[in-house]
């Protein structure tokens, strides 16, 4: 009675060991793909900011700043005889 007993509760625990390692496979394959798509956003992140840093230096270049100053501002350089000179 007692062997039958110990041995029904060793299969249970076996079973209780088998399932939780199923379930811990389980959960480590989906965190596996979570983080695989967190990591893929992160890489579409940089390739976007890298995008916009070089679209920043474009927009801020100095001939097309002083494209826009001329055009829409209607503004000219000065002539030599216009600029004065401020001595501290």
Known sequence: ?????????????????????????????????????????????????GRLQLEEGAWSDHSRLEEVARTKLNMILPGINSVVYLKP
């Not at 983080?35 to 390739?47: T, V």
């Open 1 to 49: 009675m007692f062997k039958s007993l110990s041995l029904g509760l060793l299969v249970l625990l076996v079973m209780a060991s088998a399932i939780s390692v199923v379930y811990s496979k389980h959960l480590n394959r989906k965190m596996f793909v979570e983080l695989q798509q967190i990591n893929k956003s992160i890489d579409e992140l940089n390739i976007e900011w």
